[in-house]
T-cell receptor, first 110, second 115 residues
């Protein structure tokens, strides 16, 4: 069965420091990976997806199939980056086709 | 924003009473999900649906039931609400894999308080 893990519940960094939010997955097929962000009291929204290889708000993520990872990175954290971040996987399964990790709360300190 | 709405947005109910939350979509997406979000736990899947009348349990399904009689509506019912079900509930929708721009869209959430 597909599964997404995010080992850190909380990550605190200082403004201007690099950020890396970890995500690992298990899936036997060819996955599509996503990062979602939730700002305070708002709905979750898509941040980026691996197939578009884009950079959004300075964040990037590279799919590493060998390590089954999709870590989210940003070279210089900003206070407005403070939010909950969820890694997600989309599969070919007939049933549940979207699986979310438990989330990491990023806190960027001034 | 994707056409997904949750109702009600806020509800306070008493322990032991039944509660139904509604998720309505206008995107004609196949998949619909109910999650609860609690501090320290992130998102946890309650139930999901992969078509009309096709539903299955998630990791925290005890005390909850769902129904999907139409593509556009996915109802979550708490048969007898308990204080442990105080939470923020999110509905999500997604199209079939392989459709253009596969993505999960979320509703704005329902804040439920059981007193």
């Amino acid at each position: 069965a597909q599964r997404v893990t995010q080992p850190e519940k909380l990550l605190s960094v200082f403004k201007g420091a690099p950020v890396e939010l970890k995500c690992n997955y298990s899936y036997s097929g060819s996955p599509e990976l996503f990062w979602y962000v939730q700002y305070s009291r708002q709905r979750l929204q898509l941040l980026l997806r691996h197939i578009s290889r884009e950079s959004i708000k300075g964040f990037t993520a590279d799919l590493n199939k060998g390590e089954t990872s999709f870590h989210l990175k940003k070279p210089f954290a900003q206070e407005e980056d403070s939010a909950m971040y969820y890694c997600a996987l989309s599969s070919d399964n007939y049933g549940q086709n979207f699986v979310f990790g438990p989330g990491t709360r990023l806190s960027v300190l001034p | 924003d994707a056409g997904i709405t949750q109702s009600p947005r806020h509800k306070v109910t008493e322990t032991g009473t039944p509660v139904t939350l509604r998720c309505h979509q206008t995107e004609n997406h196949r998949y619909m999900y109910w999650y609860r979000q609690d501090p320290g736990h992130g998102l946890r899947l309650i139930h999901y649906s992969y078509g009309v009348k096709d539903t299955d349990k998630g990791e925290v399904s005890d005390g909850y039931s769902v129904s999907r009689s139409k593509t556009e509506d996915f109802l979550l019912t708490l048969e007898s609400a308990t204080s442990s079900q105080t939470s923020v509930y999110f509905c999500a929708i997604s199209p079939s894999r392989g459709q253009r721009n596969t993505e999960a869209f979320f509703g704005q959430g329902t804040r439920l308080t059981v007193v």
